[in-house]
């Protein structure tokens, strides 16, 4: 019997370069002040560092806080959030509008530390290859899967196709994307085209202003669900790792810094190669999955073998949710990587330890204390070796210490986009309404990046053991069943054929 169901995804989109912030203005006076921060600030993630602290960590590094577009190191810190793909219609309307009305908008990182800086609502762009090239910028950006877009990528990346696809995706006529965001829903009313404030960033995104069209848009919000983000490393320069985090130089996110040793045009500078995929998630059918497939450990009832299950897919608890909204109708399950790690916690809950930044990621895969070497190779009584966060970010599984085995880190930077689970989708077990992640990574080499960690460690079903299987979350078989181990406490060995698409029985 083929065991069911799940994921998610697919349909996704462009790898679109970040545009250098020197080319900006400093057009702070177009926008209101604000005296509150836009930005969230959860108990389970790091905190960000202050403008001041930021700024000291800048300059012993070199790093210039005001050149680096305010998504890239920040990731993940928003409450609302519009992305608006367009395609340019006219290059050199769109060129002289791009100078004149947008860069004067674009929000950078020491702005957006700086609560008396902030805008109402931030505003980053970010140009795809086939963007720069109908603006005529020549330059060798030398990254292949930029270069190419996702679309070439596509075998890479184990989708199946573009069956799945926003269709808006299947082609070359996305050159580029506008991030807006911000907090209040007061606010949002102002970030598309229509209310009274915020004329500034009306304007801004107004396609017959830019000489361009938006080709799709996608309305993300953390209102319900959970927070992604506890993983994201500590960029050098930036901030101060917390006990687990991993600690990466400048150059692993950022073009023309310390450790990204490719050759970019001056320009590029400061800039980031921003990964996007709309991923859609079943998430009343997952919930069935996990009722109907509890693991039977002794002493756990049959709700808490589903929780243990779903635990154990992402390899943490769904402990830490954001705590700035009044939950109705609490989304009981995401796939996000959030709250305490079951490395930590194998086989209950511990919400304490898992909104505490400290405890929630300081752990390697490795025993108590061990500094060097590598993880146990059989164990997977507190982790499955198929864990989605395990799988994208092995710690001693590839050795201690960390730094010195992978650079493969990004920077995650997505939200939840859709409405909440409706009571009739919930009875029904079936997803009516599109919801799911708008993802978004920040890297300076997705080939190192996003595209590493998806081809060689999430759809690797050898890594990091064989027999591992696929992550259970992300990974893609090219639209067919994935098999997966190490899920079943009380028996590792056991597969679990996950399907995607219909559930099948
Ligand atoms: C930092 O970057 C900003 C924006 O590109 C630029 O105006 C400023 O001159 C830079 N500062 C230094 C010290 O290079
Ligand atoms: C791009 O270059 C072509 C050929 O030189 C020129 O005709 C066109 O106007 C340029 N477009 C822009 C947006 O600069
Ligand atoms: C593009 O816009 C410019 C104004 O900036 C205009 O002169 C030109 O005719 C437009 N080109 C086309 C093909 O519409
Ligand atoms: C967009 O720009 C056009 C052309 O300037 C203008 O007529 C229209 O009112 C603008 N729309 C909004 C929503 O600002
Ligand atoms: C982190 O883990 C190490 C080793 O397990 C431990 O010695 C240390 O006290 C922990 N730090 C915190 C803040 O809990
Ligand atoms: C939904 O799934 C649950 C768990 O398998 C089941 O008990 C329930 O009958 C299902 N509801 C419908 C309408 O199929
Ligand atoms: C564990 O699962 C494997 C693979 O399905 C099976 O061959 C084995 O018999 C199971 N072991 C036990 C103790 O059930």
């Not at 953390?222 to 930036?238: E, H, K, M, R, T």
């Not at 759809?459 to 181990?485: K, L, M, Y």
Request: proline share 7%; net charge neutral; charged share 20%.
């Amino acid at each position: 019997m083929r065991l069911n169901l799940f994921p998610t995804l697919l349909s996704l989109e462009i790898c679109a370069g970040i545009v250098s912030a020197a080319y900006l203005n400093d057009a702070r006076s177009l926008q209101p002040r604000r005296k509150t921060s836009m930005l969230i600030d959860p108990a389970a993630q790091p905190d960000l560092p202050t403008i001041t602290a930021a700024t000291a960590a800048a300059n012993a590094f070199d790093l210039n806080l005001s050149d680096i577009q305010g998504d890239i190191l920040i990731g993940m810190k928003k409450k609302k959030e519009l992305f608006f793909f367009f395609g340019i219609s006219n290059a050199t309307d769109f060129k002289k509008k791009l100078k004149s009305i947008v860069l004067p908008l674009v929000t950078n990182t020491a702005q957006l530390l700086d609560v008396s800086a902030q805008p109402q609502t931030a505003l980053n762009i970010a140009f795809s290859q086939t963007g720069l090239s109908a603006l005529n910028v020549t330059d060798q950006l030398n990254d292949s899967p930029f270069s190419g877009g996702q679309l070439q990528d596509i075998a890479n990346l184990n989708d199946p196709g573009t069956t799945n696809w926003v269709p808006e995706f299947v082609g070359t006529n996305i050159h580029g994307v506008i991030l807006l965001a911000s907090d209040t829903l007061a606010s949002r009313k102002y970030i598309p085209f229509k209310g009274q404030p915020g004329q500034a960033t009306r304007r801004a995104t107004n396609a017959s202003i830019l000489a361009a069209e938006i080709t799709h848009c996608v309305n993300g919000f953390v209102d319900f669900g959970y927070l992604d983000g506890i993983s994201n490393p500590a960029v050098q320069g930036f901030q101060s790792p917390l006990p687990g985090q991993a600690v990466v130089p400048a150059g692993e996110i950022l073009l023309g810094e310390d450790g990204d040793d490719v050759s970019r045009p001056a320009w590029a500078k400061d800039g980031s190669f921003l990964v996007f995929r709309q991923l859609k998630q079943l998430v009343p059918e997952f919930n069935k999955f996990l009722t109907d497939n509890p693991i039977r450990a002794p002493a756990l009832t049959a709700q808490e073998g589903s929780e243990l299950l779903g635990a154990r897919m992402i390899g943490r608890w769904k402990s830490v949710r954001c705590e700035y909204y009044d939950l109705q109708t609490p989304l009981t399950v995401d796939f996000m990587d959030r709250g305490a790690p079951v490395f930590l916690a194998p086989l209950v809950d511990d919400p304490v330890l898992g909104a505490d930044p400290t405890r929630n990621n300081n752990f390697t895969y490795g025993a108590p204390g061990q500094t060097t070497g590598t993880s146990s190779a059989t164990d997977q009584s507190k982790c499955p070796f198929s864990a989605h966060i395990r799988k994208t970010r092995p710690r001693a599984d590839l050795g201690l210490p960390e730094s010195s085995s992978s650079n493969h880190h990004i920077v995650r930077g997505g939200i939840p986009y859709g409405p909440e689970v409706t009571a009739d989708e919930a009875a029904s077990n079936a997803t009516e309404i599109e919801r799911g992640l708008a993802f978004v990574s920040y890297q300076s080499n997705i080939g190192n990046g996003f595209q590493f960690l998806q081809r060689f460690w999430a759809d690797n079903t050898r890594f990091i053991h064989s027999g591992v299987g696929f992550d259970p979350i992300i990974g893609a078989n090219q639209g067919a069943p994935r098999v997966v181990t190490g899920l079943d406490l009380t028996n590792v060995s056991r597969p679990i054929t996950l399907t995607t698409g219909k559930l099948v029985l």
